[in-house]
């Protein structure tokens, strides 16, 4: 029989992979929000889903996941914690520039644009 940690990670894997065959036939970009270690991070959305509104080019769909697999459950508590972190997602226009050489940044915020790239 195999343990908890192991059964946790292949459910991950699974739900991870059952995620992104759906995302694909379905127009979506899946982007996982994994910790530079490959394992989930701490925050409460694992995944955005994002996609080019159909028959709408100028418009984008984006949704924040958080990804349930196996026997895991789902409280209240969870859904107003997602639903506040999606509430403060902030777009943001941008336009790069390259010169052949470098990147150029034009807009954003200055946190961001300042940086040497």
Do not use: N
């Not at 899946?30 to 418009?59: E, H, N």
Request: cysteine-free; proline content about 4%; overall charge positive.
């Amino acid at each position: 029989m195999r343990g908890p940690v192991w059964k946790a990670r292949r459910s991950e894997r699974l739900s991870k992979r059952a995620l992104e065959t759906w995302a694909h036939e379905a127009g979506f970009r899946v982007l996982f929000l994994d910790a530079d270690s490959g394992y989930p991070r701490t925050g409460i959305a694992d995944a955005v889903l994002l996609r080019i509104k159909p028959k709408a080019a100028d418009k984008v769909e984006l949704y924040l996941v958080q990804l349930k697999g196996g026997a895991s459950g789902f409280k209240p508590r969870e859904m107003t914690r997602l639903q506040k972190a999606a509430a403060a997602v902030k777009a943001v226009p941008l336009i790069i520039l390259h010169d052949g050489e470098r990147l150029h940044f034009l807009g954003g915020e200055a946190s961001f644009t300042t940086r040497e790239q």
